[in-house]
C-alpha cells in the first residue's frame, strides 16, 4: 500500500511557475514509479508526466514538454513537479500517481493516487 498526499496548488498568472510536492508513505517508495495526472472541468484525467524509480528516466506528454520537469528524492519520500510558463489551458486538479510497473502508471491501470490539488492559471 501507498498513501500520497499533494502539495503546492494555487493559482498563478499566465506565465508564471508553482512547484507541486506529492509526499509518499511507505518503506518501498524507491521501487515505485511515480507520476502526474491532470484533470480539467468537464474532461477525462489526463497523463503529464512520469519518473521510473531510479530517477534515471523521465516522460512527458507533448502538451507540457520543455515546460514542466519532475523529479523525486527518494531518500525523503517525495516526488516534484515544477510548472514553468503556465497557460490557462494547465488549469486542472493535479494528481500524484505511483505504481510498480511504468508502462500501467502512463496508462493509469491500476495506480495509487492522492487526493489531488488544484491549480489555477489566469490570463
Known amino acids: 500500500q501507498v498513501q500520497l498526499v499533494e502539495f503546492g496548488g494555487g493559482l498563478v498568472q499566465a506565465g508564471g511557475s508553482l512547484r507541486l510536492s506529492c509526499a509518499a508513505s511507505?518503506?518501498?517508495?524507491?521501487?515505485?514509479?511515480m507520476g502526474w495526472f491532470r484533470q480539467a472541468p468537464g474532461k477525462e484525467r489526463e497523463f503529464v508526466t512520469a519518473?521510473?524509480?531510479?530517477?534515471?528516466?523521465?516522460y512527458y506528454a507533448d502538451s507540457v514538454k520543455g515546460r514542466f520537469t519532475i523529479s523525486r528524492d527518494n531518500a525523503k519520500n517525495t516526488v516534484f513537479l515544477q510548472m514553468n510558463s503556465l497557460k490557462p489551458e494547465d488549469t486542472a486538479v493535479y494528481y500524484c500517481?505511483?505504481?510498480?510497473?511504468?508502462?500501467?502508471?502512463?496508462?493509469?491501470?491500476?495506480?495509487?493516487w492522492g487526493q489531488g490539488t488544484q491549480v489555477t492559471v489566469s490570463s
Open positions: 511507505g518503506r518501498t517508495f524507491s521501487s515505485y514509479a
Open positions: 500517481a505511483a505504481n510498480l510497473v511504468l508502462t500501467r502508471l502512463r496508462v493509469g491501470d491500476g495506480n495509487y
Open positions: 519518473i521510473k524509480w531510479s530517477g534515471a528516466n523521465t
